[in-house]
């Protein structure tokens, strides 16, 4: 026998939808958000309790929304979850994000949504999880993996997996939105049967994010 087997692999999801009428939720979002608030300097998500522009702006964002709920179900392969955070960047010349994850933030998957990039903005760097993979003597384990961003997309990825943003060598602003998903638990313990001489069936069913039995949501 001979096998050859690629373990734990880590899943990214590209999506780009090609709907104006989305594109023009997400101009007009960002265009009274620039009207609205004034600019903070130094943001950090931490220190922002619920801050979460899909809930605040959900009735402006009615299409944009129905598409991305889509393309979250798809990676996430049920719909047992909700959005904890999102948030918009804005990166002008120059800008970009040092190399971080966002376990800390209490979610199992992130992403970002493009809205306005460029290849002169720059790629999403994601760094290898193998511990071992700065000791390689070959250089079989790359250390670094450049994903490139378009316009009207999105990347979901798991929220431990490091990355940082490039530069902006552009003069337009480089538009996008952080999203932070928290996954229900769709099953608790071991669910089957045990066939032998002692049969026993463990069905514990199905919970909710706020804890309730799935049934009865």
């Not at 943001?43 to 129905?66: G, Y």
């Not at 909700?82 to 804005?90: D, F, G, V």
Request: aromatic share 12%; net charge negative; charged share 20%.
């Amino acid at each position: 026998m001979n096998e050859t087997l690629d373990l734990f692999p880590t899943r990214l999801h590209i999506n780009q939808h090609c709907n104006d009428s989305i594109t023009e939720e997400i101009c007009n979002l960002v265009e009274y958000i620039n009207n609205e608030y004034v600019p903070t300097i130094h943001f950090n998500s931490e220190q922002n309790d619920n801050i979460n522009l899909f809930e605040h702006h959900k009735d402006r964002l009615v299409q944009f929304l129905e598409w991305h709920r889509g393309v979250v179900n798809e990676y996430v392969t049920h719909n047992k979850w909700k959005y904890s955070e999102s948030w918009l960047n804005i990166y002008p010349r120059g800008g970009s994000q040092p190399v971080h994850n966002h376990v800390a933030n209490d979610c199992q998957i992130s992403g970002c949504y493009y809205h306005n990039t460029t290849e002169e903005m720059g790629d999403l760097t994601f760094h290898t999880p193998n511990p071992y993979s700065d000791i390689d003597l070959w250089g079989a384990a790359p250390q670094n993996a450049w994903v490139k961003t378009y316009p009207s997309s999105t990347i979901i990825f798991p929220s431990w997996l490091n990355h940082n943003t490039d530069n902006n060598q552009d003069d337009q602003s480089k538009i996008s939105i952080g999203f932070n998903i928290q996954v229900g638990r769709i099953q608790t313990g071991i669910s089957g049967s045990w066939l032998g001489k002692d049969t026993v069936i463990h069905d514990r069913g199905y919970k909710m994010l706020d804890g309730k039995p799935y049934e009865s949501s």
